[in-house]
């Protein structure tokens, strides 16, 4: 009997799909029945081979740059105490889609749905040499009926040619300018082999420039006055426009205000504004929330989102979009329904204004190719037991779609301005006029700075004469920059272009795991080998980001068929050329007494 082989990157997704489809029947690395056999693999067991195994066991200056024509693929090693070696899991579950492969007479890719997934897949249709015809599972959450719609509706592989070569062209343009950068600083120094890379370079770079920064900060003293006043009971303070950088002459202004005992109002002015609320959670907003009220990593928020979207409560989460499709978009009110009736919402809900019925416009707006935002799945916990990390991130998601559906805050903002003793002074005070969708989760820091003060002002007009019965001055010295948060570098990385929303957090387990930096609190500072690596490339175009960030746009371009990956890659090829060319240049010397070693 013929069968379809549906193949997944993650047992999880496999054992999911089998229940969906009724392929009960275990076996060892595979699950079968109803004319169905599913495996998986365990994430990227392939990888792009090393210089070695084009015959460069002996890189020498002429051989640069590396340039495979063409690229070949390898089993994933692992580093053990006696070297690198294949990863045996991986060997194993090769054999076992191997075997599989000549009962089966289609193949349905049901990898990631992204360009990690899909060059996943081809790198292993071609390193197993197959020849099935294939078609392409794209859905994005694993519930039954996403699972079932999206096998009314596959397409054919080669409808997803453009995805496979942006990703196929990334990651041998990462291969080119990281390998390449790599062996040229081993070369070149001499001084062992130290991993440099596109993406974890530059940032390594700026977590390390960030630290160097607060080592070499110079403190600088600024004063500020302020005065209190009271009216119908209610105290405040007003801070001095002006910021004073000589304390004799802030002592003396203070003096005068302490002597003055009142203070007239010149100004007051107030205004309504109307928040609406905030768009959906892409993977990389949800890191930096997740990150701000939880303390938790990028890494963890990754994992935390995959693991819930294995578990069929959210959808898939590795998306850049804040932006739901119009197809998504009508399935938003059924979902919420269905969420409100669970009762772990009930502390949030309470007797919030929820209009199910009311879809809001700003949240339509995601290409259908694209992965819309991420949402819950209509799925609720149950008996699933979450842990308390889990439910955290579960419940921002949640919570963001309660939000959605709710009406815009309202902040009445007011600042008074005064003088006393001939110094201008202010106030900027805010008061929640009508909470909306503020009050899921009622966090003040969403609709007003920091250091914003909430209060409800009594009335004061303009010209009145108020008491000022004491008087302070503050000195505040400068602090230097602190070191990267996680949602900090979240937002750098955005900022620069560096990586993307499914790579990020690998890009910082990458660095980890070298030791290159590490957690110093809730902080991520260098450790001595990665500031030993950022002195040496700083200067370098290796640690600039600007030297890759027009690449995502070319990317873009390759998937739409507007590029043809030859181009891309003969730049790449170039760049690499021109690293390796300036990690001599500015290298060369030290490693001269060590010409004869091998890399």
Not at 217 to 246: M, N, Q
Request: hydrophobic share 40%; net charge neutral; with cysteine.
């Amino acid at each position: 009997m013929e069968h379809t082989l549906i193949l997944t990157d993650k047992p999880e997704v496999g054992k999911t799909i089998a229940r969906i489809i009724s392929a009960d029947k275990r076996g060892n690395g595979y699950m079968a029945g109803g004319g169905y056999i599913v495996t998986w693999t365990f994430g990227n067991m392939l990888s792009l081979a090393m210089p070695k195994d084009y015959g460069k066991a002996r890189v020498e200056r002429k051989d640069f740059p590396l340039v495979p024509r063409p690229f070949q693929l390898m089993v994933k090693h692992v580093r053990t105490d006696s070297g690198w070696i294949p990863d045996i899991n991986a060997v194993k579950q090769l054999k076992v889609i191997e075997k599989l492969l000549p009962e089966c007479s289609r193949i349905i890719a049901a990898t990631d749905a992204s360009r990690e997934g899909e060059l996943l897949f081809r790198q292993l249709y071609r390193y197993l040499g197959c020849s099935q015809p294939v078609l392409r599972l794209w859905i994005s959450s694993l519930t039954e009926q996403a699972v079932r719609e999206g096998m009314k509706r596959m397409q054919p592989l080669e409808m997803y040619d453009g995805l496979f070569l942006a990703g196929d062209s990334r990651a041998k343009a990462d291969w080119l300018l990281g390998m390449n950068a790599s062996y040229a600083l081993c070369r070149a120094t001499g001084l062992g082999n130290h991993s440099l890379g596109r993406v974890q370079t530059p940032v390594l770079a700026a977590i390390s420039g960030r630290y160097r920064d607060r080592e070499n900060h110079i403190a600088s003293d600024s004063w500020h006055i302020y005065v209190s006043t009271a009216k119908e009971g209610i105290p405040f303070k007003l801070r001095s426009v002006d910021t004073f950088h000589d304390r004799d002459r802030a002592e003396e202004f203070h003096r005068d205000c302490s002597h003055a005992g009142s203070l007239r109002i010149t100004t007051v002015t107030r205004w309504v504004k109307e928040l609406p609320p905030p768009a959906l959670y892409s993977l990389g907003e949800l890191q930096k929330d997740a990150g701000r009220y939880y303390g938790l990593t990028v890494c963890e928020v990754h994992d935390i989102a995959q693991s819930l979207y294995e578990k069929k409560l959210i959808s898939y989460p590795r998306t850049s979009c804040r932006t739901l499709s119009p197809d998504v978009a009508a399935m938003l009110p059924d979902i919420m329904g269905k969420m409100l009736a669970w009762d772990g919402l009930k502390a949030y809900v309470q007797e919030a204004a929820i209009d199910c019925t009311r879809l809001p416009e700003q949240v339509i707006g995601c290409d259908s190719t694209a992965h819309p935002a991420i949402i819950a799945t209509g799925v609720c916990p149950g008996r699933l037991e979450l842990d308390r990390r889990e439910m955290q991130v579960y419940l921002l998601v949640v919570g963001r779609m309660l939000e959605t559906f709710m009406p815009p805050c309202k902040v009445e903002c007011t600042t008074v301005d005064a003088v006393c003793a001939a110094l201008r002074f202010r106030a900027d005070t805010f008061r929640i006029v009508e909470q909306g969708w503020h009050g899921i989760f009622g966090r003040k820091g969403d609709i007003a700075p920091e250091d914003a003060v909430f209060l409800t002002l009594p009335d004061i007009s303009a010209g009145e004469t108020l008491p000022v019965p004491a008087c302070s001055l503050v000195r505040r010295r400068s602090l230097p920059p602190p070191p990267y948060t996680d949602a900090q570098l979240v937002e750098y990385m955005e900022k620069a272009g560096l990586g993307t929303s499914s790579t990020r957090a690998a890009i910082l387990h990458t660095l980890l795991d070298r030791k290159y930096i590490r957690y110093s609190g809730k902080y991520i500072v260098p450790t001595r080998k990665g500031l030993y690596i950022y002195e040496t490339v700083r200067s370098m175009k290796i640690a600039d980001p600007s030297l890759t960030s027009g690449w995502e746009a070319q990317l873009e371009d390759m998937e739409q068929g507007k590029l043809a990956q030859e181009t891309f890659l003969k730049e790449v090829s170039r760049l690499a050329g021109e690293v390796t060319d300036e990690i001599f240049r500015l290298c060369g010397s030290k490693g001269e007494k060590s010409e004869d070693d091998t890399v």
